[in-house]
């Protein structure tokens, strides 16, 4: 699902960027369901990386500021690295446990004790975002996907029926959209539990149910409870009509060229 991963990819790195970690870090999503879900992350804290997201971590309650200060001076003017490496497990799935430390140039001030209590803090910080993403990871999933009811809007005439219903995203059509069109569906649906569906709108026979005009509209937004008139746009049913019109006239057309013939 292309749609939902390059949202939860999105969310995820603006979640890490706002906790004081790189914006570099490579994210990684998988979320259908079942055992092994989740989000992950993985690349290389250097030194100076190292030291802007200790007092981060101080500021959260993740670490003590006695202990963040600590830290900060043995890794300082020194060239340690921390990485989050991908264990065996990331080839099938994505979470917190597909995530492995590891360290490098470790300075000679540096003891066990600083480095257990360093792994102990990045662990719990790791299992903290990777937690938080994969839960709005499953709403926005949710947000994305056709509800339960699909059916949004049903008009009938005494020949036809015209349909507006939410139908799976198209999964190229998130390719045009920029950073902050990413950001502001985050915001809608994680703030303010809006969906951001696909519609296929169709005309159909109402007597045979033969499809006869059909087209789609992606990246619809809606807030709860709102008014089909606050989002819908009645030129978007104007292709699926045009279609029909054209296959009223091909039937016509061909029922003219029958009569003779019978």
């Known amino acids: 699902m292309n749609t939902a991963y390059t949202l939860i990819v999105r969310h995820c790195h603006n979640q890490l960027v706002a906790r004081g970690w790189p914006a570099s870090m490579e994210i990684s999503a998988n979320l259908s369901y ?45 060239e340690f690295s921390m990485s989050l490496c991908r264990t065996s497990l990331s080839s099938r799935y994505s979470h917190a446990g597909t995530i492995s430390l590891e360290y490098d140039d470790c300075p000679d001030a540096m003891t066990e004790g600083h480095i257990d209590r360093l792994f102990r803090v990045l662990r719990t910080e790791i299992n903290a975002v990777c937690g938080s993403v994969a839960a709005d990871g499953y709403r926005l999933i949710e947000a994305i996907s056709p509800s339960l009811r699909p059916t949004l809007i ?10 507006v219903m939410e139908t799976e995203p198209n999964d190229d059509a998130c390719a045009g959209w920029d950073h902050e069109m990413q950001d502001s569906y985050l915001d809608a649906i994680l703030n303010k539990n809006a969906t951001l569906c696909t519609l296929e709108i169709s005309v159909r026979c109402g007597d045979i149910g033969r499809v006869i005009g059909r087209t789609w509209v992606s990246d619809v937004l809606r807030l709860p409870a709102e008014p089909v008139r606050s989002w819908f746009v009645r030129d978007w049913m ?3 009509l045009d279609e029909a019109r054209e296959e009223i006239a091909s039937m016509l057309l061909a029922l003219q060229s029958f009569r003779p013939a019978a």
Not at 156 to 163: A, D, E, I, L, Q
């Open 34 to 78: 079942r055992q092994g879900d989740g989000v992950a992350f993985y690349g290389r804290l250097d030194t100076h990386a190292l030291l802007a997201l200790l007092p981060a971590l101080a500021v959260r309650g993740v670490i003590t500021e006695a202990v963040a200060g600590e830290l900060y001076a043995v890794i300082s003017n020194s």
């Open 154 to 163: 049903e008009r009938h005439t005494r020949h036809f029926v015209v349909s």
């Open 238 to 240: 104007r292709d699926a």
